[in-house]
């Protein structure tokens, strides 16, 4: 850190394709905030987005960066204790429109984020409202509680499957969402778990945590088939966000089932709706998490319930943010790719 304790380093988006590491003035800490001494960030593909130019709402100059763990330098007027380990719930809802009003502020109808619509945690603080910090037992590593907010989509996702145990599941996607939401799946009873993913690393990866793989040349439909009588999947998960993912959602889901589309799709994919009327599943769309889903996803990471350890993680120091999106990119020899301003503590 610089020397001079009004500043800090921070990861700055400064327009398409370009990202540095500035001296910046620390954050401005609104009363009643608190100020977060933040200890990893993911990347996940949102921030790719913003890196590329692609994002609608993010305006340059941004410190990007939303999967955040740290430690509470400055306690806010509420919420965790100075010092103590804190995971961001980094949703900013409006309060007023009908989802709001009901409860369902992850769905508020002019939803944003930090990292997105205002700075975010690919710096050395970040300043946060109380009420989106949760407090992490110190049990559990920070690098690890890092995933909270990509483990709460998963716990989201299986929240709103139906999924009952000893369920048929199928995820399509193999990458940091598919795989989080293979494992909670499995620690919520499903009896099988398919993965599908064309990466030959990451079927590796899926393969290596106890799941059945889809093997290359073969296609969900053929490895279903004898685990279901030609029924289908229970359960099936969209996380790759694919047409060609889209295309088979529903053969390869048995009637009555039930399709989650958890990642987003980029523009309006076709979806065989036919075979939606004449099976009469149900299709269910994921978007972020709840606050009880954030609080489930610390659960399960206190209770080490899922094995993540085993989660291929790769960390980068701050200064070599270029090379950290650029691994995320890639998205070959990690499943999650953590930016952390800690001295000594990225892998070599």
């Known amino acids: 850190m610089s020397t001079d304790t009004s500043s800090m380093r921070a990861a700055v988006w400064t327009g398409t394709d370009a990202v ?64 103590a380990l804190v995971i961001a719930e980094p949703l900013i809802s409006c309060g007023t429109c009908r989802a709001c009003r009901d409860g369902h502020g992850h ?22 409202p109380p009420d989106v910090l949760h407090e992490v037992p110190s049990s559990v590593d920070p690098r690890t509680a890092a ?15 139906g999924m009952q145990p000893g369920d048929t599941v199928a995820v399509h996607g193999a990458g940091p969402i ?12 499903a009896g099988t778990v398919v993965v ?32 279901t009588d030609g029924e289908g999947a229970d359960v099936t998960f969209d996380s790759a966000a694919h047409p060609s993912v889209a295309a088979q959602l529903t053969a390869t889901t048995r009637v009555l089932g039930r399709i989650v589309v958890v990642g987003v799709y980029k523009q309006p ?33 206190a209770d080490d319930a899922l094995g993540l350890g085993s989660f291929p993680t790769r960390a980068y120091d701050l200064g070599d943010v270029e090379a950290a999106f650029a691994a995320a990119t890639s998205g070959q020899d990690c499943l999650k790719v953590l930016v952390t301003p800690l001295d000594g503590k990225a892998d070599a």
């Open 20 to 83: 540095e590491v500035r001296d910046v003035a620390l954050p401005e800490v609104p009363e009643g905030w608190a100020l977060v001494r933040v200890a990893y960030n993911g990347i996940c593909g949102t921030d790719l987005s913003i890196l590329h130019g692609r994002h609608p709402r993010a305006q340059a100059p941004l410190v990007p960066g939303h999967e955040i763990s740290g430690w509470v330098e400055r306690a806010g007027a509420s919420g965790p204790r100075e010092g």
């Open 107 to 128: 769905v508020c109808r002019d939803l944003k984020l930090y990292g997105i619509d205002a700075p975010g945690g690919m710096a050395q603080y970040v300043a946060l």
């Open 147 to 161: 995933l909270a907010e990509p483990l709460a989509v998963a716990v989201h996702a299986v929240a709103l499957s």
């Open 178 to 189: 598919g795989v989080l939401t293979a494992l909670v799946a499995r620690h919520e009873g």
């Open 196 to 227: 599908t993913e064309p990466s030959a690393w990451r079927r590796e990866v899926a393969e290596g945590m106890g799941f059945t793989v889809v093997p290359e040349g073969s296609s969900m439909a053929d490895v279903l088939a004898p685990l």
């Open 269 to 301: 994919t076709p979806v065989d709706l036919q075979a939606v009327c004449f099976k009469e599943q149900t299709m269910v769309g994921v978007r972020v998490y709840t606050t009880a889903d954030v609080r489930r996803a610390i659960e399960l990471l």
